[in-house]
């Protein structure tokens, strides 16, 4: 079981910088709720932070499954993708986000959209 305090105490990991401190607890706090969208978010930005590119890569998926229109966590797994040297699946993951959000500076600086 967790409580706020456990929630508490990975938002003050996280927003100290402590990603390997707030992976943790984040990870706790999903084991016990799957479903906390919030916990899964920030322990996606934790691991990319730390350039843990593949598991926050499927925290992103795991997100978008959910909501296909999240538009932070899809340019989050777009940057993912980029830092991975996968162009063109990041291509197509900010095409998306130019749809998600109607703004074509999303896609007009990466290489393989130009």
Do not use: C
């Not at 967790?2 to 990991?13: G, H």
């Not at 095409?95 to 393989?112: I, M, N, P, Y």
Request: hydrophobic content about 45%; overall charge neutral.
């Amino acid at each position: 079981m967790t409580t706020i305090y456990d929630w508490e105490a990975a938002l003050l990991a996280f927003n100290t910088r402590d990603y390997a401190g707030a992976i943790d607890r984040l990870t706790r706090i999903l084991q016990a709720q799957p479903g906390h969208t919030d916990a899964r978010e920030y322990l996606a930005r934790a691991y990319y932070l730390r350039a843990a590119l593949k598991p926050a890569e499927e925290q992103a998926r795991t997100i978008l499954a959910a909501d296909p229109t999240n538009e932070y966590i899809t340019l989050l797994l777009a940057r993912v993708l980029e830092r991975q040297s996968r162009h063109e699946e990041a291509a197509g993951v900010r095409r998306v986000l130019v749809a998600l959000t109607g703004d074509e500076r999303h896609g007009a600086a990466h290489r393989a959209m130009a």
